[in-house]
């Protein structure tokens, strides 16, 4: 009997907030890849290129957009990633998530940081980690982080970066709309455990279905605990959602923890809308 195809569908390379490269994906062993970074393709067309196996790398994205109010993460498969029109508009909020960097920057400045752009000088999309990142790199830094028992990345962003923080900026995201219109693919809604209150927002996985055509629910993912897990493949059982998996991998050892079988690939493969 031949071996079920395995692989991983969600995972972020050094072209978004991850750390992993093409030659982690070379070296990790997988039959399959989605690079899902996030608001960019350019990790993926970047380790396209470099690809040394027969590792299949299924063109993937992870948008972060908004709904119903909520801050949403939606990630889109098998869409046309060479539509011109398409790569414009993601360089439009990459942009502007270029300039969000300088106004932290700013703030962070005088709030007595150093800071120094060229530390996140980078190709793809900058985050709140690749901000928190550059804060770190700078060892000046180490005795205003020490006095205000920063230890981590996640510890600078939850302190400054986050919603009604002193160096939160909000950022333009691409709306809904659009994602549908360039991604004529399948959709599938990130880690909703992570965004959204399980049971009084069921009604926004609902309405992105009914609107959106949202197709699947990530409902395995080391971003959900197990109750979480059971809850959400109920609720995709009932919505009539796919119920998903995905490691949402920053480092390498971290790919194919949560890995699919192929089969998953072969349905998402299907959906065109
Ligand atoms: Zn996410
Ligand atoms: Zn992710």
Partial sequence: ?????????????????????????????????????????????????????????????????KHRGKGIHVLAYFFNYNNPEFLEELEYY?????????????????????VDYSKINKNGTIGKPNIADSIFAL???????VKNRINSVDDFIDLYLE?????YVPVEKIPLEKIRHYCNGPLVLAHPAVDLDRGSDDWIIRDLRDKYDLRGLEVFTRRHN???TA???????????IPSRGSDAH???????????????????????
Avoid: W
Avoid at 94 to 112: P, T
Avoid at 163 to 167: N, R
Avoid at 251 to 273: M, P, T
């Fill in 1 to 65: 009997m031949r071996r079920m195809k395995k692989g991983e569908l969600h995972l972020h390379t050094t072209y978004s907030d991850g750390h992993i490269t093409a030659e982690d994906i070379n070296n990790c062993g997988l039959d399959f890849i989605a690079i899902t970074d996030h608001d960019t393709v350019e990790g993926f067309l970047s380790v396209k290129e470099q690809l040394t196996n027969g590792l299949e790398l299924i063109p993937g994205i992870e948008f972060s957009t």
């Fill in 94 to 114: 990459r942009q502007k998530r270029v300039n969000r960097a300088n106004k932290n920057f700013g703030i962070l400045h005088e709030l007595g940081y150093a």
């Fill in 139 to 145: 060892p000046e830094n180490d005795e205003l982080l």
């Fill in 163 to 167: 919603k009604g923080k002193p160096a």
């Fill in 226 to 228: 197990p109750e979480e």
């Fill in 231 to 241: 809850y959400y493949y109920g609720l995709a059982r009932q919505l009539g959602l």
């Fill in 251 to 273: 480092h390498r050892e971290r790919i194919g923890l949560y890995a699919a079988d192929y089969s998953l690939v072969n349905e998402l493969r299907k959906i065109k809308v």
